[in-house]
């Protein structure tokens, strides 16, 4: 696979900020929008392809977690409004 | 009855609009707390249309009571509670081998962050259990020269910070077992088992983003520290804790473990402002404002202040639109004032007078900006209702009066 180059991490980086807008609790919301944020501005100067792809490996993970876990609140928020018995 | 009518509507509604959840939330800090029947509010903070009103919950800035689950450890826990259901002690078939595989990945996590060996770590059912486990101990193992001394780490209701590298020092040459329950402090400041001399630890789950109903003991193998349990039954845990061993609970306790390893520095310091940030405002804006324990050895996320000439249950009262605490959760439901606060010396009306804020890896600046502004603001109208506020303010020195006539 070749090294991530610096339009895919870009990408990926708003990919991530995308689906953080999706989460329905406020508070998920603006810690995933504000954790994304500071951890690729954090990382932004590092310069050792090895390093680079095994942060890129990770936040492509944290990506499917944010997908997933937006899916699960979503569809466990609508329950709030079934009716208690 | 018309509570329920109204909600039906309301769901009517929302579920009618289109796109609704697709849509980027426009709600900033808007927040209305309705009186009746909290536990059936909404928590719907999406994108909704104008003409809908929306039931919203109140600020949680009550972290040293629960906590939320990160959504990373939800992640982890689910394919346990979902497909992977072996019992991990089952050892004939892959469904006991997987869970068995997680169990034992969760229990390498935990021991990580404590800087402990696997085989120091037995899995409980929270940092209560595991606080009898080291305290039987005592019990079990009594000679005229050994005895426990038992400290928690970080207190949950001031945050104090124990000296515990110091104790487990003192406690090391002494020979005398140190016992420390760090549910307030695992994952939020670095501890080191061997750095810090620790014979046992208590790890509670729900304090640091996991599952309720799951923690762990560390029990230090070298030198042995002996152990009797407090449920005997299958032998699971090396004897010390019988009874199969909850793996979507130890997995999210693992996960949880793991995701504070990695955000430990970052949530510090972000913690640390928001701390400095809210104490700085409130201290700023109203006289008369003590905060409860020592400043220096403090873990910031637990602010403890006190506001003089204020009732504490009235101010949290007042305060309906945010989840706070005075005293903790174990002791909520009586009327006393906090041991804690009596034992730090704390004068008894200070004690009554005192709220405990609490911050943590999900609090943003604007849920601490909005709750310093209405805590300053309550602060103010209480104690302009108060008499005694209005006797120091004429100069009258309270401590001079005399109360009773006989």
């Known amino acids: 696979m070749a090294a991530s180059s610096r339009a895919q991490v870009l990408d990926l980086y708003r990919a991530m900020l995308r689906e953080s807008k999706h989460f329905s609790a406020y508070n998920y919301r603006t810690y995933a929008v504000r954790r994304i944020r500071d951890a690729f501005r954090e990382n932004k100067n590092v310069k050792d392809p090895v390093e680079i792809q095994t942060l890129v490996n990770k936040a492509k993970r944290d990506l499917e977690i944010i997908r997933r876990q937006v899916r699960m609140t979503r569809i466990n928020c609508d329950m709030e409004f079934r009716e208690e018995i | 009855m018309l509570l329920r009518t109204a909600w039906r509507r309301t769901a009517a509604a929302v579920r009618a609009a289109p796109g609704l959840r697709s849509e980027a939330p426009a709600r900033g800090l808007r927040l209305r707390v309705v009186d009746h029947a909290p536990q059936s509010a909404v928590p719907s903070d999406t994108a909704t249309a104008p003409e809908v009103e929306s039931v919203l919950r109140p600020l949680y800035m009550d972290v040293q009571a629960t906590t939320p689950l990160d959504p990373r450890v939800l992640d982890a826990m689910l394919p346990y509670l979902v497909n992977y259901y072996g019992n ?235 989840a706070l605490s005075s005293g903790s959760a174990c002791t909520s439901a009586s009327l006393e004032p906090s041991y804690v606060l009596r034992a730090i010396g704390t004068d008894e009306d200070l004690a009554h007078s005192s709220i405990r804020f609490g911050i943590g890896r999900f609090t943003t600046e604007e849920e601490v900006d909005y709750t310093v502004e209405k805590c300053i603001h309550h602060v103010k109208r209480l104690r302009e209702m108060s008499p005694l506020w209005e006797m120091v303010q004429d100069g009258i020195d309270l401590k001079s009066i005399k109360w009773t006539q006989h």
């Open chain 2, 88 to 322: 991990p002690h089952s050892r004939t078939h892959a469904y006991g081998w997987e869970s068995e595989a997680a169990m034992e990945r969760a229990r390498q996590q935990v021991a990580s962050l404590i800087g402990a060996d696997p085989r120091e770590i037995i899995f409980t059912s929270g940092a209560t259990e595991s606080n009898n486990i080291a305290i039987k101990e005592l019990e079990a193992a009594i000679q005229p020269d050994t005895s426990l001394v038992s400290v928690m780490t970080v207190n949950n209701e001031i945050g104090v910070k124990q000296p515990i590298a110091e104790i487990g020092q003192i406690c090391s040459s002494r020979r005398v077992y140190f016992h420390t329950d760090a549910a307030q402090a695992v994952g939020k400041i670095p501890l080191d088992v061997n750095d810090m001399k620790i014979d046992l630890m208590s790890i509670s789950g729900h304090k640091i983003y996991g599952p309720k109903g799951v923690g762990a003991i560390y029990i230090r193998r070298r030198p042995r520290v002996r152990v009797e349990a407090l449920q005997s039954g299958g032998g699971q845990e090396r004897g010390m804790r019988s009874g199969t061993v909850p793996t979507p609970l130890v997995v999210g306790l693992g996960a949880a473990c793991e995701v504070a390893q990695q955000e430990m520095e970052y949530d510090h310091k972000r913690i640390s402002k928001l701390a400095e940030r809210l104490t700085q405002k409130i201290m700023n804006s109203l006289p008369d404002v003590v905060m409860n324990g020592d400043p220096e050895h403090h873990y910031p996320g637990c602010i403890n202040l006190s506001f003089a000439y204020v009732e504490g249950e009235s101010l949290l009262m007042a305060l309906k639109d945010v």
